[in-house]
Nanobody, 126 residues
């Protein structure tokens, strides 16, 4: 099992920045990739970004490309999501997730992940 705990959410004005953290524990060696998803009220959970276990590959949703950066520090078993130029439409609960080996296409869907954190709220005011 892998346990994931997100932190770093909060309230920020449009144009501001936040950095989310996802601390992993347990059998982290079994995971291939870590992803960030988000879910706004009344909407489905939406893919945001992925990073492979060694940080060698990353992928972003078009809606955040150029504004968000995913990174990891394996010494700390932590994955980060740096969010810049935030917009009100970025408001959502952000979830960290981890997956065993999957195809890249599968990893862009929530169903491709095996473990989930409890989420952290991000609110962007206009």
């Amino acid at each position: 099992q892998v346990q994931l705990v997100e932190s770093g959410g909060g309230l920020v004005q449009a144009g501001g920045s936040l950095r989310l953290s996802c601390a992993a524990s347990g059998r982290t060696s079994s995971t291939y990739a870590t992803g960030w998803f988000r879910q706004a009220p009344g909407k489905e959970r939406e893919f945001v970004a992925i990073i492979t276990w060694n940080g060698g590959s990353t992928y972003y949703a078009d809606s955040v490309k150029g504004r968000f950066t995913i990174s990891r520090d394996n010494a700390k078993n932590t994955v980060y999501l740096q969010m810049n130029s935030l917009k009100p439409e970025d408001t959502a609960i952000y979830y960290c997730s981890a997956a065993r080996f999957r195809s890249w296409s599968a990893l862009r869907s929530a169903s491709g992940y095996d473990y989930w954190g409890q989420g952290t709220q991000v609110t962007v005011s206009s």
